[in-house]
């Protein structure tokens, strides 16, 4: 279906065919709609975009609005919808169950738990084999809090500045982004240490990272040395000998930071980072809400792009491609402390959420998903890159698989943040010509692409030219 775009940005991009024919949307008229969410939809909700967008429909990587307008979905409502709006195989296998059993709670077995606990913990390492299913990142985060504390007998646990590990009261003390950070008592017995970002931090160069494109920064290491890798390990040894006891309860770290744009560390960063985490008596914590499910293309677990295994792994988002779930799996030790006294979750590991949970490790495996990834993520990368190398204002480029950050700056040299009125315009333009990406960073600067798993790379011409015209629009305006 050929798009009529009521927008004054133009570009020669030819948006791919999709088959697929949205309903009529029958709902309120639009401002009935902004009325309302003024009114009864609390503030701290806010919406993107200056006339926010009215969405009606999904069908995999499109996403139609209420005039039947399509959109290539690059941000996934969030890096949630994994392997694509309304994936047929997802919604088929929840409709089966939604006539059969919602809802019984953990106080009796149904078939779909253990079907799930077997078919998830198959696709991890040993000794990490046995779940705790909740109902979102933030809530699995604050369970492998609790859990590191109560198994280890420690309390303190480290978190990387630029983190974010959920929004709950206790989750925030680890979340390191000052914008979700509220006036309010938080992060007792937390405490952050020195990002190691290869772009915007203090070291850093042209070999640093997991990803086909490399930072613009050069440096002069030879084969096997990171000069930047070991001096940010330095300050890791600096928090532990000045910030915490000399024991700990744990350091959590996502394997690709999400929230703050793609952040990606030096190549054997995790590994050093682990084993001196272990000597503390402290547990690893990998977060895999953004990077798991096979979006880094390489590897199913963003863990295990970093070759290391923790000992408790979070889950979340993609897990139930929008589906409210999410999981805590460790080994059977630690699982054991924590079934000292009770602790239970009424919702967590429903009927319902585990055939869809299964559902989506299915249609991974059927769709192809992980390679997919791998493949149209390095292409988009590769493409992008060509764009940074012609725009002074595209400062890096990065990432892994469909997990990518776009940081944009005022130059090359400063890597100042380019103004948000600017990167607004630029953002705004993309989603009139029919692409919708994200926003990240501890500036809202850097565009975030992570997109269904399910996109072609005649979808990423399409977003990439779009980007470029978007790009190219912004220049001749700052001319």
Request: charged content about 20%; proline content about 5%.
């Amino acid at each position: 279906r050929q798009q009529k775009w009521r927008s004054s940005v133009s570009t020669q991009a030819k948006m791919p065919p999709c088959d697929f024919v949205p309903e009529k949307y029958k709902s309120y008229p639009y401002e009935r709609m902004q009325k309302i969410r003024e009114q009864n939809i609390s503030p701290s909700l806010r919406m993107y975009y200056k006339k926010p967008l009215l969405l009606h429909q999904g069908h995999m990587q499109w996403l139609f609005d209420y005039e039947g307008q399509r959109y290539l979905d690059l941000f996934a409502g969030i890096v949630t919808v994994s392997v694509g709006h309304c994936h047929p195989k997802v919604t088929m296998a929840t409709q089966k169950q939604l006539a059969r059993l919602w809802h019984t709670t953990n106080i009796y077995m149904h078939p779909s738990i253990q079907e799930y606990a077997e078919k998830l913990t198959s696709l991890l390492p040993d000794p990490l084999k046995v779940i705790y299913l909740t109902n979102s990142g933030s809530e699995a985060n604050d369970l492998a809090m609790f859990m590191a504390r109560l198994y280890t007998r420690n309390f303190d646990i480290i978190s990387f500045r630029g983190a974010y590990h959920g929004g709950s009261p206790y989750a925030l003390g680890l979340t390191s982004i000052g914008p979700y950070k509220h006036g309010v008592a938080n992060g007792f017995g937390c405490s952050t240490t020195m990002l190691p970002d290869v772009f915007r931090g203090p070291w850093g160069g042209s070999h640093c990272r997991d990803s086909p494109v490399q930072t613009v920064r050069k440096c002069s290491c030879s084969e096997g040395v990171c000069h930047a890798n070991d001096q940010y390990i330095e300050q890791f040894k600096d928090t532990l000998n000045t910030s915490v006891p000399k024991t700990i309860a744990g350091f959590i770290a996502e394997p690709i930071q999400g929230v703050n744009g793609a952040v990606q560390y030096p190549r054997n960063f995790l590994k050093e980072a682990y084993r001196l985490v272990r000597e503390r008596g402290g547990v690893c914590i990998s977060d895999e809400v953004q990077t798991g499910f096979g979006r880094t293309g390489s590897h199913f677990w963003g863990f295990q792009t970093h070759d290391v295994v923790p000992d408790i792994v979070t889950l979340a988002k993609g897990i139930g491609n929008g589906f409210p779930m999410a999981a805590v799996v460790t080994t059977k030790e630690i699982a054991s402390s924590f079934a000292q006294n009770l602790h239970f979750n009424t919702f967590g590991g429903s009927p319902l959420a585990c055939v869809v949970g299964a559902a989506v490790l299915d249609a991974i495996e059927e769709d192809g998903l992980q390679k997919n990834s791998e493949d149209v993520g390095t292409y988009m990368l590769l493409e992008l890159a060509k764009l940074r190398d012609k725009f002074k204002i595209v400062g890096d480029v990065r990432g892994k698989g469909l997990m990518i950050g776009v940081e944009m700056v005022t130059d090359k040299d400063s890597r100042h943040p380019l103004p948000a009125e600017e990167i607004n315009q630029i953002w705004e333009d993309c989603k009139d010509m029919g692409v919708l990406i994200g926003r990240g960073g501890l500036y809202s600067q850097t565009f975030r692409i992570k997109p269904p798993m399910c996109i072609t790379k005649k979808d990423v011409d399409f977003a990439v030219e779009v980007f470029h015209s978007a790009l190219q629009n912004h220049m001749e305006r700052a001319a």
